[in-house]
């Protein structure tokens, strides 16, 4: 099982960035796929949640409005789309695969948003 991310870097503020979170060994769309991040000092904090078969999505407060979280059951990989980005939305950001019995973690990509 491997989750492969990408698409992270540095962006100035109001830009966007696309992230990819493509996984082998698992079929995402059986499972509840989410984004995390962690900034330096601070808690992991969930982001953004697709449910199993895409039947809900789930934002955090902070990103609504902003960020979307999709998914490509043929490419079997799952993105957030960030929009509008901000100084406050640097930190590390994970991908996770989660259901009753497993849950699967991405190794994190690193996103700054500075001018």
């Known amino acids: 099982v491997q989750l492969v991310q990408s698409g992270g870097g540095l962006v100035q503020p109001g830009g966007s960035l696309r992230l990819s979170c493509a996984a082998s060994?698992?079929?995402?769309?059986?499972?509840?796929m989410s984004w995390y991040r962690q900034a330096p000092g601070k808690e992991r904090e969930l982001v953004a949640t697709?449910?199993?078969?895409?039947?809900?999505?789930n934002y955090a407060d902070s990103v609504k409005g902003r960020f979307t979280i999709s998914r490509d059951n043929d490419k079997n990989t799952v993105y957030l789309q960030m929009n509008s980005l901000k100084p406050e939305d640097t930190a590390m950001y994970y991908c996770?695969?989660?259901?009753?019995?497993?849950?699967?973690w991405g190794p994190g990509t690193q996103v700054t948003v500075s001018s």
């Open positions: 060994g698992f079929t995402v769309s059986r499972y509840a």
């Open positions: 996770n695969g989660r259901n009753s019995l497993f849950d699967y």
């Open positions: 697709i449910t199993e078969h895409s039947i809900y999505t």
